[in-house]
């Protein structure tokens, strides 16, 4: 504050012009001096500013659905509307009549609203939303409020006015709107302490659905994004705030170098799409050696990959590291009686189908009283010319005496009138031309009337059925503008991707064993595998202890370092064989353990914990290899066996904190390796999910079988392709997908087909080729297409001929005996030279694989196949599908003693061999 008198301030506002009346006392920036409480101040401007952002412009109103801003373009288009297209900047110089705000802010909401493509007609450049382009100056693109706007949007009779801001004009407080607008068009804005996110629904499904909750139902509303892509709706919770939609890009496997990626994620753009494609690529995440972005009408992005990248990995990869998949959290609010409201979907379309059922009411209603005074005046009319009444007030010689004349000669008729004539009534009689009395025609009048006493009774009939009538008002405007409106994105249920499993390696793990320190930055160090910078690193060490932890560039794990990997949650298959000597002098122990859960960072001893513990023998085994091991004893007197071998193959899987097995309580000197086996876990149980189209071991969708060593999936594809797929869990299969079995290569593929070429269906069987790409089995001509395929030699064919080109009756043929087994080249055999109306199949496409079936087929996994997978040592932790399917088909073995575990395995007698046991 300055230190000059209160009195030479104030005379200085004087010089100044300032007014004590004009402006608060007190208040800074108004010329005024005094003491004023900021505190109150904040509080209260900023709840005015809190109140008007939310309220007058990012918040959407229940009753149109629109901002205020929104309301305002449309009303002003509106205003301007002659049927041709007006100047974009002319629409926003008139807009700036009702909305106080600057012309870029109207601009950008007039293209956003132009671009929702449903109540603007646009002409120009108006940007790409696939792109992110923007759109062109408002001086170069034109616009005109479409059909679909005018015949639903607007109506004069049933709109509030309220002045516009400056009090020159009117505007709506409320748009008629008869149509759930803002589900159609979605709405986002970011006001103070509040956001609005409401997603966009499909246009013809919001009519059904419309017509659905007019008829008492309750329709589930999910959303459909211009961008079209795939969606995850579980969570949606019908748009209230805390749901959850996950939203992914379609991505098509062009070759086993390139992938393309079709329709994006709805809230992206083609452009930071590829920006985020390319920040995982810097980062390591995923391998990319060239984008190509070719959208133009559609999105279209080519993603070549680096040599030696798995394309199915990088696709889940793109969805755990990119923008491919994204998150969006919807948050339904509008403003309700000057209000904001937190609502859902279901009640926005509710309270939208109530407000359309009470317009459409309130203009039947307008459109009766129309017509009711239509009908009054042609009959008074009539009467008024019929009568002669007009022929009184020649007599007249005032006004008074006219209307008064005119009164009384009604009066004998005003019983066949619906209301009571008034003064107004008589003044528009005499302004009746002589003309029109002197050529006015009874039989038409009468035909007027009565036409006027059929609509009432139309509109009245309407209002007694309104909400019939509602339901056909929706009707009619899905017949009219529902063409080329259907769903765009696809619903289905997401796995969920883990980022570890798909992360590309891009690093490499060093060992700094003398100093017990790993990770990616110790360069010149010993290599001992490739990870990601989010994976787990489990590390054993020679004193029996062992770790997980998170890989980092450099970081401590300890001394004595017997094997270092990462290391992958729930890995079943990967199996460690470990022998340890139980304190300095103790004797030694055998086991064969899984890792499957830990906690990070924790240490763990796999020895049986007595101090001077020592490990002398480890090895990892990813396949679950057996292997047998040659155990050298330390000498002594009456040893007369120094060494003797030990197959791990019949040891028991157990838990990694179990003791093991007693293998000998003489000292040990050397234990080596002899002999390598093969894998103990034999098969693996693998079922195909269709909702996701994915292959898992967790017992989801249809059971493919066993699958082991060289076993493939065959698929065939609609386009007439077949393709072989390995039996990866990670594999994308197709949407063209028709059927997805274990591939048998002595069953022979039936096809059924329209040959392009001679127009005409071709039968052909043949067995299927192992191949690497895709093969076609019908013919490349463009118009040849599969219609028909079976697996089971079995099936028939029905053939329905078209009566109306021969009267042939229905035909069924075995297709095993209609043609034999070829080669995949072949063309196959005619069908039929008549006219065909349709075919089907008389059996099935394939038979579904189950236990059972492999039973009888002797394909059922034995327990040496399976291995002895422990169950898990968690208490109260449910067993996996693949485990209880192992336990259901446990082959019985012969009873055999049990003996301890502390019973040595080559026994007490020096020099005698015995048999391994189960534990």
Same mark, same amino acid.
């Given at each position: ?14 010089? *100044? ?133 005018? $015949? ?13 801001? $400056? ?59 211009? *961008? ?39 809230? /992206? ?44 990995? /990088?696709? !889940? ?112 009689? /005499? ?80 060992? !700094? ?28 060490? $020679? ?55 830990? /906690? ?18 480890? =090895? ?118 028709? =059927? ?42 463009? !118009? ?136």
């Amino acid at each position: 504050m300055s230190d000059e008198p209160e009195e030479q301030l104030n005379d200085d506002v004087e010089e *100044t012009g300032g007014t004590g009346a004009a402006s608060p006392e007190g208040v800074p920036g108004t010329g005024q001096a005094g003491t004023f409480s900021v505190s109150g101040m904040y509080r209260e401007w900023f709840l005015d500013y809190a109140s008007y952002v939310i309220l007058e412009r990012a918040v959407p109103a229940l009753y149109d659905g629109l901002k205020p801003v929104q309301r305002r373009i449309l009303h002003s288009m509106k205003v301007l509307d002659d049927g041709r297209y007006n100047k974009v900047a002319n629409i926003i110089g008139h807009t700036m009549q009702y909305h106080p705000h600057g012309d870029a802010s109207i601009g950008d909401a007039l293209v956003q609203l132009g671009q929702k493509d449903l109540l603007i007609d646009m002409q120009g450049n108006w940007g790409n939303t696939l792109t992110g382009d923007s759109a062109a100056a408002p001086r170069y693109i034109e616009a005109r409020l479409s059909k679909f706007a005018n $015949d639903v949007v607007f109506n004069p009779k049933t709109t509030e006015w309220q002045a516009s801001y $400056d009090g020159r004009n009117k505007e709506p407080v409320f748009l008629p709107v008869k149509f759930p607008l803002l589900l159609a068009q979605g709405g986002e804005g970011i006001a103070v302490g509040l956001s609005c996110k409401v997603l966009p629904h499909n246009f013809n499904e919001l009519i059904d659905a419309s017509i659905a909750v007019l008829k008492g139902k309750n329709p589930k509303l999910l959303p459909d994004f211009p *961008t079209a892509g795939l969606a995850d709706a579980d969570n949606y919770d019908e748009g209230r705030r805390g749901g959850r939609i996950r939203c992914r890009a379609r991505i098509r496997k062009e070759d086993n170098k390139t992938l393309v990626i079709t329709e994006i994620p709805f809230g /992206t753009t083609t452009a930071s799409l590829i920006e985020s494609i390319i920040k995982a690529n810097d980062k390591g995440k995923i391998k990319v050696r060239h984008i190509e972005d070719n959208t133009a009408a559609n999105a279209e992005i080519a993603i070549h990959l680096a040599a030696g990248v798995s394309p199915d990995n /990088t696709i !889940d990869a793109l969805f755990a590291f990119t923008d491919c998949e994204l998150s969006i959290a919807p948050n339904a609010v509008v403003i309700e009686s000057d209000k904001p409201r937190f609502v859902g979907v279901n009640e926005l379309l509710k309270a939208s189908t109530e407000n359309t059922l009470r317009l459409l009411e309130l203009e039947l209603q307008i459109k009766q009283r129309e017509l009711q005074e239509q009908w009054h005046f042609a009959s008074l009319e009539r009467i008024f010319i019929e009568k002669k009444v007009y022929r009184k007030i020649e007599e007249a010689e005032t006004w008074e005496q006219v209307i008064s004349y005119i009164d009384k000669g009604l009066k004998p008729y005003v019983k066949e009138l619906r209301r009571a004539v008034t003064e107004e009534d008589i003044t528009r009689l /005499t302004e009746i031309r002589i003309k029109r009395i002197s050529k006015y025609d009874s039989f038409k009048a009468d035909e007027h009337i009565k036409g006027l006493e059929e609509q009432l009774a139309d509109v009245q009939a309407k209002l007694n059925a309104l909400v019939d009538y509602a339901i056909d008002y929706f009707k009619e405007l899905k017949r009219k503008y529902g063409a080329g409106r259907e769903r765009k994105t696809e619903l289905r249920a997401f796995d969920t991707i883990v980022a570890t499993a798909v992360a590309v390696a891009n690093r490499k793990l060093y060992l !700094d064993r003398a100093e017990g320190f790993m990770g990616w930055s110790l360069r010149g160090m010993e290599q001992v595998d490739e990870c990601s910078e989010i994976d787990d690193i489990i590390v054993f060490r $020679d004193n029996g202890t062992m770790l997980v932890t998170k890989v980092a560039d450099k970081k401590f794990i300890g001394k004595g370092v017997l094997h270092i990997a990462v290391w992958k949650k729930n890995d079943e298959r990967t199996i460690y064989h470990l022998v340890y000597q139980d304190g300095s002098q103790g004797p030694s122990y055998m086991k064969r353990f899984a890792v499957t859960g830990i /906690t990070r960072d924790k240490e763990y001893d796999l020895t049986n914990g007595t101090k001077g513990s020592k490990v002398l023998y480890f =090895t990892a085994n990813p396949d679950g290899a057996s292997e047998t091991v040659r155990i050298l004893l330390r000498p002594r007197p009456n040893l007369r066996k120094t060494q003797f071998d030990v197959d791990f193959g019949t040891l028991a899987v157990k838990g990694r904190g179990s003791k093991g097995n007693l293998l000998t309580r003489h000292m040990v000197q050397k234990v080596t390796q002899k002999e390598r086996g093969g894998s103990t876990l034999g098969a693996i149980p693998i079922w195909f999910d269709p909702t996701v189209r994915r292959l898992n071991e967790a017992g989801h969708g249809r059971y493919l079988g066993r699958f082991s060593g060289e076993d493939k999936i065959l698929a065939i594809l609609s386009t007439g392709h077949y393709q072989l797929f390995p039996f990866v869990l990670g594999t994308h299969f197709p949407d063209e997908a028709l =059927t997805i079995v274990k591939w048998n290569p002595e069953t022979p593929i039936t096809a059924v087909y329209w040959e392009g070429e001679k127009q005409q269906y071709n039968v052909k069987r043949f067995l299927p080729e192992a191949a690497r790409d895709p093969v076609l089995f019908i013919t490349d001509h463009p !118009d040849s297409k599969l219609v028909l395929h079976t697996l089971v030699p079995e099936t028939g064919l029905h053939i329905a001929f078209d009566k109306r080109s021969n009267d042939r009756p229905d035909e069924d043929i075995a297709l095993a005996e209609f043609i034999a087994v070829k080669g995949v080249k072949a063309i196959g055999n005619r069908l039929t030279p008549y006219k065909v109306k349709d075919l089907q199949l008389t059996g099935d496409v394939f038979t579904e694989m189950t236990p059972e079936l492999e039973e009888q087929q002797q394909m059922l996994i034995t327990e040496e196949e399976i291995g002895h997978l422990a169950p898990p040592e968690e208490e109260g932790l449910e067993r996996s599908p693949m485990e209880e399917f192992r336990r259901s088909h446990k082959v019985e073995k012969p009873e055999k003693e049990d003996r301890s575990p502390d019973d040595p395995i080559i026994g007490n007698k020096p020099g005698k061999q015995m048999d391994l046991e189960w534990d």
